[in-house]
């Protein structure tokens, strides 16, 4: 008899986290699950400590081992292996609330829905998992797909790649999978695609899961994948106007997400002492500036910001560099 849930975890060097990402899951209050872990290739023990975590509680699961190929290849291949009902995807160093499937898998149920999310906390590994951030935005009513992922690229609710939970019926009609060919921004590329496809999504109003970050000090330098979020951001938009043909979605790509991550970008990568050869190929793109031309933020700040950035790169990376250097002080 199939399950209820399949629970996807792709895990790559987590041996320091994933025990307390299974106990999670074997404290939960919805029992019918199973457990599907993709190992990418770690090279750590991780595996191992998962496997016996598994076994110690008792819990329905797969491993897979595999060479690594990325987490994007893992979830796909997760999805592939699942015969629960709805999929939900955790990472190995994450974790959820006691009653986190329960309420999941309690909403889809009673209102039908193709898609549910909730608002998650972001937490610190390195300082005792204290709190960084709520993200804790909701929606009053359940959505239509394509008014719900115009709304997400507007930031008024976010769903990560742990915070929302899929009919798998749904994802396997659609043939939706991960995109393999970027780094950085493949969760959101596959989150709105599923968004425009679905009939109806809703929402549980709680942070039922915790996305826990490693390697979060100020003073680590950010990695140069971080430049792919613009390229999912691109690809999003290429996506909408070939296949989805959404209004909606194309202004809220246009005036408001992509530019306002190109403006992530370059605060991130300044801020943490980024390569300035890089960020200025970057920036001096034609289609980075063709974004950035057109936009007309509301707010003074990102106003600001997006000229500054325009005119003034060298002095724009200056800028948010000193506020960096501010933050690794405090």
């Known amino acids: 008899m199939n399950t209820k849930i399949s629970v996807i975890i792709p895990i790559y060097n987590v041996g320091s986290y994933i025990k307390k990402t299974i106990e999670s899951l074997a404290v939960q209050s919805f029992k019918d699950f199973e457990v599907i872990v993709i190992n990418d290739g770690s090279t750590d023990n991780c595996n191992i400590i998962c496997e016996e975590e598994l076994i110690k509680y008792n819990l329905t699961y797969t491993i897979i081992n595999k060479k690594n190929q990325g987490v994007s290849n893992a979830r796909n291949q997760g999805i592939s292996l699942a015969k629960g009902k709805y999929l939900y995807f955790l990472d190995g160093d994450d974790y959820i609330e006691k009653q986190c499937l329960e309420k999941f898998y309690n909403y889809a149920e009673k209102e039908g829905t193709y898609i549910v999310f909730c608002g998650y906390t972001h937490l610190s590994a390195d300082n005792n998992y204290s709190v960084i951030s709520k993200v804790h935005k909701y929606i009053d009513s359940i959505l239509e797909g394509k008014d719900a992922a115009a709304r997400m690229l507007r930031n008024e609710f976010w769903i990560s790649a742990i915070s929302g939970f899929y009919l798998r019926s749904f994802i396997i009609e659609e043939a939706l999978k991960f995109p393999t060919d970027i780094k950085f921004g493949e969760d959101t590329v596959f989150i709105i695609k599923a ?76 801020k943490g002492g980024a390569d300035k050869k890089e960020l200025y190929e970057f920036i001096m793109r034609e289609d980075v500036r063709n974004f950035l031309k057109g936009f007309n933020p509301k707010s003074k700040k990102f106003k600001v910001a997006s000229l500054m950035i325009l005119r003034f790169p060298k002095i724009a990376y200056k800028v948010f560099n000193i506020y960096g250097r501010m933050g690794k002080k405090q």
């Not at 709680?206 to 330098?221: A, D, F, H, I, W």
């Open 195 to 270: 968004l425009t496809r679905a009939e109806s999504v809703g929402c549980v109003k709680e942070p039922l899961v915790n996305y826990v970050r490693r390697g979060t000090s100020v003073t680590k330098t950010p990695s140069t994948a971080y430049y792919n979020l613009h390229d999912s951001d691109v690809k999003i938009l290429e996506y909408n106007k070939e296949v989805c043909k959404d209004k909606n979605i194309k202004n809220a790509l246009l005036n408001y997400h992509i530019p306002r991550n190109i403006i992530r970008i370059f605060s991130t990568m300044a």
